[in-house]
């Protein structure tokens, strides 16, 4: 697997800062589950949430807390086996309940289905499934919508997207993606509503990199 | 424009910075010890007192990191909205976190700040909004892949070293960094000028991305 598309910088920071939400959290742990260069810019914005925390004001606790913590402390948790891999990886997992066979596919027409997974509100995440040779029917989508590739490979007006690759789509794009020929094409695809997409991300953006 | 802000964003990363002197290398950890004995005297190994709490259960150790990270975090959360009262509540929350979870901890990946900063960060998550938050899959390190030394005490120093970016950074960008990490962004103003060194950034992904390859092999 060789991924081409990648999360954002301003995905992967909004991610470490705690502020994404949980529909594109899904995305971003997930594609992280599966690119290592992701995981690696993901634990550099959290090492700049560790800096802030390092170089922060200090509170006092209060009078006694230390010893109250102390008194609670019980054995450790000890470290989890490794889970194997199945189809989906972890964090997919946990949100479909099992493997590709638990996932609830609903019918959309022309062989495509769906499936709605649980996440809060204000964004709202699905796995879709498209035969190989088939476009994705009623693609309009307010606000940035980002898909992940898990099986097979879709082509749209952009690019080609195979799996572990990410496109994020904004509102402006208008495109018609279709699965390739050869293999049913399996993704995740999560779209933020637009106001607070727009206007979370920007911010979050400029104090890193704004030169 | 920064050119992490390209769309494609790993190629910049590893091309040339147009950007002010970058402290890499060997530079860099002499600028660290250089610091630290500029700021006075010892610097408190946090690594190592986080790994005896680890690997065994040293309460002592915990004690030290307490009396360190606790009132940071108490800070921390009050930054990010809480009252007075339920920061304690957290604050002490995310410490017994640290010592429970303490398998979890990975000194060549993460110094103990960035470690105790994303158990704060998902405390304050837990605490804002009933959503949950969805984690990648764990890297594990096998029995027989403990990370050297040298890499261990990377982490803290790099730490440092962001720390001390952010430091050089005019107030009011260093302001806006810490509101968009203490998740407090309908108060933040943004700057034009604000941003962080971006070398010091780029080489710590380049570690970063260094451990992970490590471990795949
Ligand atoms: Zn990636």
Redesign the pocket.
Known sequence: MT?RH??SNPLLMAYAAGNLSEAFGLVVAT?ISL?D??RARLETFEAVGGAVVDSADTVAMADGSLESVLARLGPQDAAPAPRKRGFFPAPLADYVGGDLAAVHWRPLGMGVRQAILPTARGASARLLYIPAGQAVPDHGHRGTELTLVLQGAFRDESDRFGVGD?EIATEDLEHTPVAEAGMDCICLAATDAPLRFRAMLPRLLQPIFRI | MGMLLDATPLRPIYGPAPVAPVITGSNAFDWVKRQALVSGGTETDWASLMLAVRDKQDRNAFAQLFRHFAPRVKAFLMKAGSDAATAEECAQDVMATLWQKSHLYDPARASVATWVFTIARNRRIDMARKARRPEPEAVLWGPDEEPDQADVYQADQETKRLSAALADLPEKQRALIKRAFYGDLSHSEIAAETGLPLGTIKSRIRLALDRLRQKMT
Request: negative net charge; glycine residues 0%.
């Open positions: 991924i990648h999360l594609h690119c260069e992701c990410v």
